[in-house]
T-cell receptor, first 111, second 113 residues
């Protein structure tokens, strides 16, 4: 079946550091890929998405490129801020049309 | 445009009771999906409704059920609550027949004692 694997957390960085959160997937067909973010006490917010191979999703300085050859969708940001502290979820949708999530990565940014 | 709303936000029940959670989707959205979030299992899909019909179902026991009304509002019900049902229940809505972009509500935090 479909699955998503994210890098283990938690991840702690200093402000202005470079961020990478790894995400790989297994899916039948041609999935769409997503990154969602969850701030404390809130639901999930869509951060970015990509619907086909080589697409790059971007939002709020975050980027991720859909790599079909490596089945990956790694999240990157060049300079993180304290306000980026949250839990990040990689997810896919394919075939059965239900979101399948990774386990989440907790990110803490220290000033 | 108002976002997805869920009521109640917090709920405390005891084992054996039943509970009903409500979700109002974004205006114009016809698809509503429910997810359970726990520290151990992460985010798991419960079911999806579109135009009052259950279109997709996850691997949860029959104690978990749902429905959708003609105004697209949805409810989920959990009967005979167990301690392991304690979780954050998230509802998400999407537009028309497209399920690519789902918008999530803040969730209902259910605690079973």
């Amino acid at each position: 079946g479909n699955s998503v694997t994210q890098m283990e957390g938690p991840v702690t960085l200093s402000e202005e550091a470079f961020l990478t959160i790894n995400c790989t997937y297994t899916a039948t067909g041609y999935p769409s890929l997503f990154w969602y973010v969850q701030y404390p006490g809130e639901g999930l917010q869509l951060l970015l998405k990509a619907t086909k191979a080589d697409d790059k999703g971007s939002n709020k300085g975050f980027e991720a490129t859909y790599r079909k050859e490596t089945t990956s969708f790694h999240l990157e940001k060049g300079s993180v801020q304290v306000s980026d502290s949250a839990v990040y979820f990689c997810a896919l949708i394919s075939g059965a049309q239900k979101l399948v999530f990774g386990q989440g990565t907790r990110l803490t940014i220290n000033p | 445009k108002a976002g997805v709303t869920q009521t109640p936000r917090y709920l405390i029940k005891t084992r054996g009771q039943q509970v009903t959670l409500s979700c109002s989707p974004i205006s114009g959205h016809r698809s509503v999906s429910w997810y359970q979030q726990t520290p151990g299992q992460g985010l798991q899909f419960l079911f999806e409704y579109f135009s009052e019909t259950q279109r997709n179902k996850g691997n949860f026991p029959g104690r978990f059920s749902g429905r959708q009304f003609s105004n697209s509002r949805s409810e989920m019900n959990v009967s005979t609550l167990e301690l392991g049902d304690s979780a954050l229940y998230l509802c998400a809505s999407s537009q028309g027949d497209s399920r690519l972009e789902q918008f999530f509500g803040p969730g209902t935090r259910l605690t079973v004692l």
